[in-house]
């Protein structure tokens, strides 16, 4: 079965350009996450999909930052305009539902984003 | 309110020996507890869980964490150390529906 998959895997921009994020979830997951992984944190929460409705972006930087996730699976995150600031590890994440073990979390290998 | 606070950012051990990951939690709500690994430019991996009932569990690569209610803590523990096991370990609680993780353990294995 394959995993979290996540496009690009490194991405380079300009300060001020836009940049896009996509994630295909794992089939059947319900809960998609976005975090934000700074280089030696662990992940924050930008934001959570039940199916296609965004439940929880109360983390999300709403000014630059949006996300979608049409049809209640695949997701993309864009940013516009991008900040050097916003140099981090842009991870997703996918679970089955939001009880017991269907909590469990399954990660995507993340997109590096380098902002110059 | 939840949070987890890892102990120590950098651990180092030799290859053999005990390692011990220290992990303490806060929640207003029975947690579900999960410590998860990274290795470089790689997503997270879980390594174990618990959600309900034993509260020992058993992991992924001989790793294994012991939940303790009256300690809030849920360290994870391995008996012998393996080069491979270097990378970051990551504590993470969850409850209310939004995973909350600590800073994390960069774990380093001497020759």
């Known amino acids: 079965e394959a995993g979290v998959v996540q496009s690009p895997r490194y991405k380079i921009i300009e300060k001020k350009q836009p940049v896009a994020f996509w994630c295909n979830p794992i089939s059947g997951h319900n809960t998609l996450y976005w975090y934000l992984q700074n280089l030696g944190q662990g992940p924050e929460l930008l934001i959570r999909y039940e199916n296609e409705e965004a439940v929880d972006d109360s983390q999300l930087p709403k000014d630059r930052f949006s996300a979608e996730r049409l049809k209640g699976v695949d997701s993309t995150l864009k940013i516009q305009p991008a900040e050097l600031g916003d140099s981090a590890v842009y991870l997703c994440?996918?679970?089955?539902?939001?009880?017991?073990?269907?909590?469990?979390?399954?990660f995507g290998q993340g997109t590096r984003l380098t902002v110059v | 309110a939840q949070s987890v606070t890892q102990l120590g950012s950098h651990v180092s051990v030799s290859e053999g020996a005990l390692v011990l990951l220290r992990c303490n939690y806060s929640s207003s709500v029975p947690p579900y507890l999960f410590w998860y690994v990274q290795y470089p430019n790689q997503g997270l991996q879980l390594l174990l869980k618990y959600t309900t009932g034993a509260t020992l569990v058993k992991g992924i690569n001989g790793f294994e964490a012991e939940f303790k209610k009256s300690e809030t803590s849920f360290h994870l523990t391995k008996p012998s150390a393996h080069m491979s096991d270097a990378a970051e370990y990551f504590c993470a609680v969850t409850g209310t529906y939004k995973y909350i993780f600590g800073t994390g353990t960069r774990l380093k294995v001497l020759a």
């Open positions: 994440a996918s679970s089955l539902g939001l009880t017991g073990a269907d909590t469990e979390a399954f």
